[in-house]
């Protein structure tokens, strides 16, 4: 997109010809910026991607840092819920922008800031995601590998690692201005429209970023998964809840980030000419997508995580408690349900999966959904 005068050049949108504009309609920058789904549909989709997401993962985080378990996977929960967090912070500047008509207020830095936040969440949890895959794998496949404390620390190391790697990733959109003063319109656009002298770093910067920060992990992923279901169906015996778990974390990395990063992909191959801005109008609703990834999360901490799910059946049980002493009626009826902890034998929060050779690895507790 240009602004008049300006030598321009979108990250996503590019000037077109009126030749080009007359054949590819949509594909225009007006199109999209003064589009009813960029000031209505996205902050509507936003905002409840906030509504949802802050209360959800707050209460996630309080809850897996006061029940931790070191058996599980509650530290790449923890991270993952944190990351969630950081990220629905700072959804009120963009529902904002969006609603001002693309109108950027807070200044360069701060637009830099949630640009950043926006991209090393998604990266972020398709990193944390697979980590789960592969600590699913481990104790599956080689629950002897690696046990106790010495787990514990490496877990804590790989934590660390991807947070070093997001912040090194996220650091050319730190360092280059990502606002841009459009005079036709009278806006200001944060990250939509970069200067024309970025366009090539950024088209190697984000076709980088969707090979090691997505298709890497998406392969890992597969293989860890498909490993473990083979596994598990060649000893004849049905782990329903497993593989109900494996499929809600695969489901959840698919729908939340294959459309925006396949998308953005085909946008930085494609040649720069003609109805090319459509690739971008299209991503920028599947990076809703990645967005709604923050709401869908709390429902894995559920089925992964004891702690979390023992805490909701024991808030649960205290609604239903205060709800009929509300009503004046006995409560003796309406005991707290024994947390799953206090109903597993073992390890606390776990429960023993048999390995190939007949023994077992610990893994979350998942009787009470099988």
């Given at each position: ?42 902050p ?10 802050l ?37 009120p ?7 001002l ?10 637009c ?27 104790s ?8 106790g ?16 790697v ?58 860890s ?13 049905c782990?329903?809840?497993?593989v ?10 698919i ?38 990834n923050?709401?869908?999360d709390p ?12 805490w909701v ?20 009826k ?10 597993s034998?073992g ?6 999966l ?17």
């Amino acid at each position: 997109m240009e602004a008049r005068g300006l030598p321009v050049k979108g990250r996503s949108f590019i000037p077109l010809t009126p030749r080009e504009k007359n054949l590819c309609p949509g594909a225009s920058e007006e199109a999209f910026l003064n589009s009813t789904v960029s000031t209505l549909l996205l902050p509507a989709l936003y905002s409840m991607v906030l509504l949802v997401g802050l209360p959800a993962n707050a209460l996630a985080c309080w809850v897996l840092a006061t029940n931790f378990r070191r058996c599980s996977s509650t530290l790449f929960l923890l991270n993952l819920a944190g990351a969630d967090l950081l990220f629905v912070l700072l959804l009120p500047f963009k529902i904002s922008y969006h609603l001002l008509g693309n109108h950027w207020l807070f200044g360069d830095y701060l637009c830099r800031t949630m640009v950043a936040f926006f991209y090393g969440n998604m990266y972020s949890s398709v990193l944390f995601l697979t980590c789960i895959g592969l600590e699913r794998y481990i104790s599956v496949a080689h629950p002897f590998l690696w046990k106790g404390s010495s787990w514990t620390r490496g877990k804590v190391g790989i934590c660390v690692g991807i947070w070093l790697v997001v912040g090194a990733g996220m650091s050319p959109l730190l360092l280059h201005s990502q606002t841009q003063d459009i005079s036709s319109l009278n806006i200001t656009t944060c990250h939509d429209v970069l200067e024309k002298g970025t366009h090539v770093f950024f088209r190697y910067y984000f076709l980088s970023l969707v090979g090691l920060g997505f298709g890497l992990p998406f392969v890992l992923m597969t293989i860890s998964y498909s490993c473990i279901l083979a596994r598990l169906l060649a000893k004849g015996r049905c782990y329903g809840q497993v593989v109900r778990v494996l499929a809600l974390v695969l489901l959840v990395f698919i729908l939340c980030f294959t459309p925006s990063n396949v998308l953005l992909f085909i946008h930085y191959m494609l040649e720069p000419t003609g109805c090319h801005n459509i690739t971008y109008f299209w991503y920028a609703l599947a990076l809703v997508l990645s967005a709604f990834n923050n709401c869908f999360d709390p429902f894995i901490y559920f089925y992964i995580s004891q702690d979390f799910r023992g805490w909701v059946q024991d808030a649960r049980g205290r609604c239903l408690r205060g709800l009929e002493s509300s009503m004046g009626r006995s409560t003796e009826k309406t005991a707290l349900p024994l947390r799953s902890s206090e109903q597993s034998q073992g390890v606390p929060g776990c429960v023993l999966l048999p390995s190939e050779e007949g023994s077992c690895s610990v893994v979350p507790n998942t009787k009470g959904w099988q």
